[in-house]
T-cell receptor, first 115, second 115 residues
Framework: AQKITQTQPGMFVQEKEAVTLDCTYDTSDQSYGLFWYKQPSSGEMIFLIYQGSYDEQNATEGRYSLNFQKARKSANLVISASQLGDSAMYFCAMREGQGDYKLSFGAGTTVTVRA | SAVISQKPSRDICQRGTSLTIQCQVDSQVTMMFWYRQQPGQSLTLIATANQGSEATYESGFVIDKFPISRPNLTFSTLTVSNMSPEDSSIYLC????????????FGSGTRLTVV
């Protein structure tokens, strides 16, 4: 079974508007971590934001915020005030348990920002 | 967060040959991970490289095809052996574990084309 599901293959957003990227996860562990990465066409993976399963507050990093709904097992990424440079592939990932640091990735969502 | 230097950034190789990819980290890290990203796909974990022990390979990946070295806590190599066009992918290293914080940093990636 898929551990991370991203149902939006591609999205278009107007410059300066906000966009929400969906991510749902599946785990039976109580301790886990959720990550979002950005991958521009250059191929590098850029870490954006992290949410721990025990964190009570939603994570925020500048224009990025993570809408963490634990009961629904969702961890959606919100990008506010989109910029042309935000056009990229975005991956949601999860680390499960304690002591195991490998990540499982979703299929990704391509975001295209229009001027 | 740790900073990773990965090289080469890209290469074009003949089928049947081997390529060794290097990752150097600017601090000591417990675990290093090697991922493969086939064209248009998400990241798939190849193996976990632990210092002082054999790498742990994920299902579908074998040591003969992807030998890994981890001579110390700051360095690892992945070799792609006896390459075929199906090995054309982006290969990325990452770090995790104690000392790496919550943002799992990736190297800049190696874009491999096998002809």
């Amino acid at each position: 079974a898929q551990k991370i599901t991203q149902t939006q293959p591609g999205m278009f957003v107007q410059e300066k508007e906000a966009v929400t990227l969906d991510c749902t996860y599946d785990t039976s562990d109580q301790s886990y971590g959720l990550f979002w990465y950005k991958q521009p066409s250059s191929g590098e993976m850029i870490f954006l934001i992290y949410q721990g399963s025990y964190d009570e507050q939603n994570a925020t990093e500048g224009r990025y915020s993570l809408n963490f709904q634990k009961a629904r097992k969702s961890a959606n990424l919100v990008i506010s005030a989109s910029q042309l440079g935000d056009s990229a592939m975005y991956f949601c990932a999860m680390r499960e348990g304690q002591g195991d640091y490998k990540l499982s990735f979703g299929a990704g969502t391509t975001v295209t920002v229009r001027a | 967060s740790a900073v990773i230097s990965q090289k080469p950034s890209r290469d074009i190789c003949q089928r049947g040959t081997s390529l060794t990819i290097q990752c150097q980290v600017d601090s000591q890290v417990t675990m290093m991970f090697w991922y493969r990203q086939q064209p248009g796909q998400s990241l798939t974990l190849i193996a976990t490289a632990n210092q002082g022990s054999e790498a742990t390979y994920e299902s579908g990946f074998v040591i003969d095809k992807f030998p890994i070295s981890r001579p110390n806590l700051t360095f690892s190599t992945l070799t792609v052996s006896n390459m075929s066009p199906e090995d054309s992918s982006i290969y990325l290293c990452s770090v995790g574990g104690i000392g790496t914080g919550t943002g799992y940093t990736f190297g800049s990636g190696t874009r491999l084309t096998v002809v």
